[in-house]
C-alpha cells in the first residue's frame, strides 16, 4: 500500500495467472484497480510447469516433502533440456567430421547429465537437490515418513534400509516419537549434541598438538592422524 507492487505479476496471452497469486490478492484486499503485469506470449506446458515449480519452491508455505518433490520434478525437467542440448551439440559435431571438418569434439556419456550441472541451472547448490532426492526416494520406499523433517526421514531411511524386517516397526515408531518431542526439548538436544561435539574437537586437537611437539616424520604423522580421527 505504501510502496506500490514492486514486482509486477505474470500471466499469459489469455490473461491466465502464471505467478503472483499472492500478490494479486494483496492488491485486491487493499483495493488497487489497475496493478502492473508482464505478459508471456506464446508459452508452452513445458515452460509454464518450469515457472510454476520453480515459484512453489520459494514460497514458505509448503511442506517440505513438497519442497522436496517440486525441486525434484524442476531438476528432471532440466536435466531432459540440458540432454537435448548436448544431442543438438553432438550431433553438429558428428555433421562436421562427416564433411572432413579438422575440428573434433569428444564427449564422455553424453546421455548422462550430474547434479551438479543441473543444480547450477536451477541455481541452487548441488547438495540441495542431492537431499531433495534422497528425501523424496525416502517417502516413496517407507510412506510412514512422509510427516517426519526432511534430514531425518533421510537418516531413518538409510537405518530401515539396512534393518531386518521385524525391526523396522520399532525405528518406524521411534522416529514417530522423536519427531513429536517440543520444540524447546528439540533445541536442547541439539545443543547437548553440539556440546558433545565440542568436547571431542578439543580432544583431538589436543592429541594433534601434542603429536606435533614429537618432530614426527610425515609418515607417523599420517599414520597417528587416521588413529586420532
Do not use: W
Not at 506500490?4 to 496471452?13: A, E, T
Not at 526416494?137 to 539396512?162: D, S
Amino acid at each position: 500500500q505504501e510502496h506500490g507492487l514492486l514486482h509486477p505479476i505474470v500471466v499469459d496471452s489469455d490473461y491466465n495467472l502464471i505467478a503472483g497469486c499472492r500478490r494479486l490478492l494483496a492488491c485486491e484486499r487493499i483495493g488497487l484497480r489497475e496493478i502492473e503485469a508482464k505478459v508471456l506470449e506464446d508459452i508452452s506446458e513445458k515452460e509454464l510447469r518450469i515457472l510454476e515449480l520453480e515459484e512453489n519452491i520459494r514460497r514458505k508455505d509448503l511442506t517440505e516433502l513438497e519442497k522436496s518433490k517440486n525441486l525434484v520434478e524442476l531438476a528432471e525437467i532440466k536435466e531432459q533440456e540440458l540432454k537435448e542440448k548436448v544431442k543438438v551439440f553432438t550431433e553438429s559435431v558428428k555433421t562436421n567430421e562427416e564433411t572432413n571438418c579438422t575440428e573434433s569434439v569428444h564427449l564422455n556419456n553424453p546421455s548422462k547429465i550430474g547434479d551438479r550441472k543441473v543444480a547450477a541451472e536451477i541455481g541452487i547448490p548441488p547438495q540441495t537437490l542431492r537431499d531433495a532426492k534422497q528425501h523424496v526416494k525416502a517417502v516413496e520406499e517407507f510412506p510412514p515418513l512422509e510427516n517426519l523433517p526432511k534430514y531425518q526421514a533421510i537418516e531413518t531411511a538409510k537405518e530401515l534400509r539396512k534393518a531386518p524386517p521385524e525391526e523396522q516397526e520399532k525405528i518406524l515408531d521411534f522416529a514417530s516419537r522423536k519427531s513429536q518431542l517440543p520444540e524447546v526439548q528439540k533445541e536442547e538436544n541439539f545443543y547437548s549434541y553440539m556440546d558433545e561435539c565440542g568436547k571431542i574437537t578439543k580432544k583431538y586437537h589436543k592429541a594433534l598438538y601434542a603429536f606435533l611437539e614429537l618432530n614426527a616424520d610425515e609418515k607417523e604423522f599420517k599414520m597417528m592422524s587416521e588413529i586420532i580421527i
